[in-house]
Every structure is written in C-alpha cells, then in structure tokens.
C-alpha cells in the first residue's frame, strides 16, 4: 500500500505588514528561479521575528541559538558542500550577539548565503534599541534617545573582506529576489543585508522613509560591484542608503581549501564509533 506524503503549511504569525513577508517573498522566488528541491536547501534562523521562517518554508531547517546561526550553518556546509545553506538573522541576532561568528564566517569565505533582516530594532521584544538603531532614536530602552552609534553590517562586511556584498529592501520584492540569487550563485560567502520596515515597533524607518533615502548603485553612472573603493564610497554616502550588489570579487570557498574532496563529504563517510577504542581512550581518562 502507498502512503501518500503530506505536510502541513503553516501561515506565518507576523504582524501585518511585516518586512519578513517581503524577504520570505524574495527567498522562494530565488529557491524557483535556481530550481532547487526542497531536500538540496537547508535555511538556519536564529532568534527573533525571522526565527519563524523556516516553519513557513518546505525545506530542511534549524532554529539555532542566539546569534549562533554561523557556526550552525559553516558545519552543515562543511559536512555536506553540495547543500544550498542560506542563513537568515535579524540585525540583533547578527551585528550583536552573533558579531564575532559573523566577521570570522565572512573572512573565512564559508560558501552559505546571510540574509540579514534589518528593521533597526529589537522587534520581538517589544522595541529596544538594536546595533543598528538610529543615534537620537526614542525607543522602550533609550527613553532619552539611543546614545550608541549605530553598526552598518555591509561596511564592516568590506572591511572584514567580504567578498559578495548587497543590499535590498524589502518593499522591493523583485530586486531582492534577484540579489538573493546572485549570492545563492556565488562561491564564497554571500551577505544580504536587507532594509526591513518593523511596522509595530519602528515608526521611524517605515516603507515611506526608506524610498526617500535608498539609493539603486546599479543607477549611479560608472558604478562597478568589482572597485572596492567605488563600494567604499556608496556605503559612505551621508544621505542615501546604496541597495543593490554593492561589492563582488572571487575567492576560493573555505570549503574548497579545506576539504579533500567535495564530491565525497564528511556526511557520506562511514562514522561508526570504534567502541573498543573509544573505551580505550575513556579509560585513560578515568
């Protein structure tokens, strides 16, 4: 007798007129356009809003801790190269607790996609100021404005050697879906920082404010995703924000220089314990 295989899609719970709606958009799009099945992707989430993604989206997923999402989804990519890793955080779960496994993921060239949803607030709880809240900003934890500078996760991305940079908005569904492409294509490791409008908590950065201060860098005449000081310059800008692939250059993948044969990965490998010399060992421990 067949059992038919079925499964439950769940309608996501985040309020109306959340950016999310717009990266999930943008990610299933990509997923279509690339022709990847459902078993070749595995999509690692932290803790926030964003956590919930990957219980909407038909694929392989891990909800990791706080700010852990890198080193969750560097070993799946180790383990298994063939898989399209994408990881998504919120600017909190990336710019703050997650800042050192971030620099070092990116700086190694781990070949994984980072979609970073940044709403410039900590949005599932309640509003407090994130890295990436505006100076002077007014929220439930700066009664008297945000005294800390805010972070910008493309221009730290750069400097820590980057080598696939882009920004999107999430009002603009179609372009992010294209960047999101381009970085799921790249070799290397790809950071999509992604302009994302908390209606809830963020009254500020709303829809309305960002197509007031984005700027497309595929618009500006001369611009090249290849001249880093051209990507230095746009993200430089005091009064506009640069969207589009900011920066791009090859490098071999960290995967590529570390593993002997990426046509055999660690997850096809035999790795029965040797339970004789496992005690072995524990005894001497004892």
Same mark, same amino acid.
């Given at each position: 007798? =067949?059992?038919?295989?079925?499964?439950?899609?769940?309608?996501?719970?985040?309020?109306?007129?959340?950016?999310?709606?717009?990266?999930?958009?943008?990610?299933?799009?990509?997923?279509?356009?690339?022709?990847?099945?459902?078993?070749?992707?595995?999509?690692?989430?932290?803790?926030?809003?964003?956590?919930?993604?990957?219980?909407?989206?038909?694929?392989?997923?891990?909800? /990791?801790?706080?700010?852990?999402? #890198?080193?969750?989804? *560097?070993?799946?990519?180790?383990?298994?190269?063939?898989?399209?890793?994408?990881?998504?955080?919120?600017?909190?779960?990336?710019?703050?607790?997650?800042?050192?496994?971030?620099?070092?993921?990116?700086?190694?060239?781990?070949?994984?996609?980072?979609?970073?949803?940044?709403?410039?607030?900590?949005?599932?709880?309640?509003?407090?100021?994130?890295?990436?809240?505006?100076?002077?900003?007014? *929220?439930?934890? *700066?009664?008297?404005?945000? =005294?800390?500078?805010?972070?910008?996760?493309?221009?730290?991305?750069?400097?820590?050697?980057?080598?696939?940079?882009?920004?999107?908005?999430?009002?603009?569904?179609?372009?992010?879906?294209?960047?999101?492409?381009?970085?799921?294509?790249?070799? /290397?490791?790809?950071?999509?920082?992604?302009?994302?409008?908390?209606?809830?908590?963020?009254?500020?950065?709303?829809? %309305?404010?960002?197509? =007031?201060?984005?700027?497309?860098?595929?618009?500006?005449?001369?611009?090249?995703?290849?001249?880093?000081?051209?990507?230095?310059?746009?993200?430089?800008?005091?009064?506009?924000?640069?969207?589009?692939?900011?920066?791009?250059?090859?490098?071999?993948?960290?995967?590529?220089?570390?593993?002997? %044969?990426?046509? =055999?990965?660690?997850?096809?490998?035999?790795?029965?314990? %040797?339970?004789?010399?496992?005690?072995?060992? #524990?005894? /001497?421990?004892?």
């Amino acid at each position: 007798m =067949k059992v038919k295989a079925s499964y439950h899609r769940l309608d996501p719970t985040w309020c109306n007129g959340c950016g999310l709606f717009g990266v999930f958009d943008a990610l299933k799009r990509a997923a279509v356009a690339l022709a990847i099945e459902p078993e070749e992707l595995v999509i690692v989430t932290g803790i926030g809003c964003h956590g919930r993604l990957n219980n909407y989206f038909r694929a392989y997923g891990f909800h /990791g801790l706080h700010g852990r999402t #890198m080193p969750v989804a *560097t070993g799946i990519k180790l383990v298994n190269p063939g898989l399209q890793v994408v990881a998504v955080s919120g600017d909190g779960d990336a710019y703050s607790i997650g800042l050192g496994h971030f620099l070092h993921a990116l700086r190694k060239n781990v070949g994984l996609t980072y979609i970073v949803v940044d709403n410039r607030i900590y949005a599932l709880t309640q509003g407090q100021a994130s890295p990436t809240t505006d100076f002077g900003m007014v *929220t439930m934890s *700066t009664p008297v404005g945000s =005294k800390d500078y805010p972070i910008d996760g493309p221009s730290l991305a750069l400097a820590a050697g980057g080598t696939f940079i882009a920004r999107g908005f999430s009002g603009e569904v179609a372009h992010l879906a294209s960047l999101i492409e381009r970085g799921m294509k790249h070799d /290397g490791f790809a950071l999509i920082d992604v302009l994302s409008p908390c209606v809830t908590h963020n009254k500020l950065n709303s829809y %309305d404010w960002y197509k =007031k201060h984005i700027l497309h860098v595929e618009e500006v005449p001369g611009y090249s995703p290849r001249a880093k000081a051209k990507a230095w310059e746009a993200l430089n800008d005091p009064e506009k924000i640069a969207v589009g692939l900011i920066y791009e250059e090859d490098k071999p993948s960290f995967e590529e220089l570390v593993l002997p %044969d990426r046509e =055999k990965p660690i997850a096809s490998l035999d790795l029965k314990v %040797d339970v004789p010399r496992l005690g072995k060992i #524990m005894d /001497g421990f004892r």
